[in-house]
């Protein structure tokens, strides 16, 4: 199982229901090994990039776009000579770009991928996900495209000087200004940074090649703010870098992260909070949280050296966060899903069992409940997992309370996030009666927003001396769960006056609870008359201690009728009618 660690924020709660996998294959036609690149414009508009391997063996590029929302994707034109789309962005449903490489031989087969002894397994085949080859022997260039149709077709664009080997990441301000990250020689261990101000037509260089560098991820907050993640390996030395710029790219500040293999993905939560993950050197996955624009970092979780991150996202204003990718003991891979809908105080674990040995790369949030995340199946098939309801992130309560004041319980409970949500049926069980329902309360169907609930019971008919509650969470589709219990003492609740409350039921049948309250220590008698002014019963006839006191008036034996109930001490008396209906 999972071993995470929380750094970032310490939340209490006293409980939380269970996640519910939501998650669905949409399929992609023709011949896709992994996908990489994802983008939607809207609900309906999107695209994906990625390769495949043909019949020869050569790395071959691949790119789908659908307009209903992924329900049918559709094999876009690309140029013959791509090798691969790692990275696209749409504008508008007709206009995108789209960076990755292109093959300048048809010499390029799988047998190249991987060659490099120098990157660990898991960083290797990171890139061999990308379909780079360490080699010595790389016959391909840079390439970025266009489209102008949504994604029916793409078009080369503009050209690269030939030390630009690769581009393994872009972001684009809009459709003139943007940064592609770029691979160079020397088994592709040379990185820069290049930004284009005319839609792609030309391209300078804003952080130059540096030398046994790796850059997996360019990602802006706004025109002016950005980050680039990698890693820096050579013989001895290796850890994650983060380039920051806060002029537009023109000039980046390096931070080198220790005890780092890799950093692999971004996500801008606000202007001063960023959050990265990466691997360790001890192999565990982690990520590192900024909250001063990425002047610092701080590790906020980590997780077991069974788990490897494949990207994290978020979805700006919303709170929501999902970090994504294997979780692999045995040499299997089984995807896992974390999501938070609070900016980080609560985390849901959501382990993908039904998607055995997918892998998980990069990804897009539409909304706060549409997701969607590309991978391939062990390497032999790309797709695309869709969920429309936040994954089934569930009904999170965070607070469930209890409070007896004078002869009622005041439920109070606290939902930080909901999904679907029907409502709440409130049920008690007593010392003497098992769980039964009370009442319903309305839920908010949808929401990432705190919603507060109450709910009030009245205690006339209860005799126990303790009451149990507990909400259960029903969802729109009839599914439900149950929160936690809490337990009231009512026999410890302090009346302010003598009193003596309506019987509850009246009319009754056979039974009936009577309720009432001694402002002090004092004997205390409670008998029942008939019309006549007979005693039939007397109920208490005791010294009591003062508090709220509740008595069974059981009346088997006696006839349909009108009754008196009567309670006196030497400073108070009272009387009631009751009418008995058999």
Known sequence: MKTIYRFLVIAFLLFEFPIYPQWAVQSLPGDIDVTLGIDFIDQNHGVVGGWHFNFASQVIGNAFYTSNSGTDWLEATIPDSMRVMVGVQMFDTTKGYGAGAYNTSDMQTSSNLGKNQNLSPRIRNYYEQLG??????????????????????????????????????????????????????????HAAILKTTDGGNNWDYVYSFEPFLFLNEIKFFDQSEGIAVGTYIDMTNSYGVVLRTTDGGNNWIRTELPQLVSLNSITYISSNSIMISGIRTDFTAVIYRSDDGGMSWFECCVYSDLHLIGGINSLPTSGIIVVYGQYQP?????????????????????????????????????????????????????????????????????????????????????????????????????????????????????????????????????????????????????????????????????????????????????????????????????????????????????????????????????????????????????????????
């Open 330 to 582: 045995t040499g299997s891979a089984t995807p896992f899903v974390e999501a938070t809908l609070d900016g980080g105080f609560t985390w849901y674990y959501n382990l993908l069992s039904q998607f055995n040995d997918y892998y998980l790369t990069k990804s897009k949030l539409v909304n706060e409940n549409r997701w969607y995340i590309t991978g391939s199946q062990s390497s032999q098939m790309g797709f695309v997992l869709f969920t429309d309801n936040a994954g089934g992130v569930p009904v999170e309560l965070t607070s469930f309370t209890a409070e007896l004041i004078k002869n009622q319980v005041n439920l109070k409970w606290t939902t930080a996030s909901e999904l679907n949500n029907l409502g709440f049926e409130v049920e008690r069980k007593t010392e003497t009666e098992e769980w039964r329902t009370i009442g319903f309360v309305k839920g908010n169907g949808t929401s990432t927003e705190i919603q507060n609930y109450t709910f009030t019971d009245d205690l006339f008919e209860v005799a126990d001396s303790k009451l149990y509650y507990r909400v259960k969470q029903v969802d729109f589709d009839g599914s439900y769960e149950y929160s936690t219990e809490v337990e009231v003492n009512v026999s410890i609740n302090n009346a302010e006056t003598f009193s003596l409350f309506q019987n509850y039921p009246n009319p009754f049948n056979s039974s009936t609870t009577i309720v009432y309250g001694l402002q002090e220590d004092v004997f205390v008698s409670l008998i029942v008359y008939d019309c006549l002014g007979k005693n039939v019963q007397t109920l208490v006839n005791k010294f009591q201690k003062a508090g709220t006191h509740r008595v069974v008036f059981e009346s088997s034996n006696l006839p349909s009728g009108i009754y008196f109930l009567r309670i006196f001490t030497d400073k108070w008396e009272e009387t009631k009618r009751m009418v008995l209906l058999k």
């Open 132 to 189: 780079m080859d360490f080699s010595g022997q790389q016959e391909y260039r840079g390439y970025f495209v266009e489209t102008t149709d949504g994604g029916v077709s793409w078009h080369p664009k503009g050209t690269f000087e030939d030390s630009v080997y690769y581009l393994v990441g872009s972001h684009f301000f809009d459709m003139q200004t943007g940064f592609v990250l770029a691979t160079g020689p020397y088994n592709n261990t």
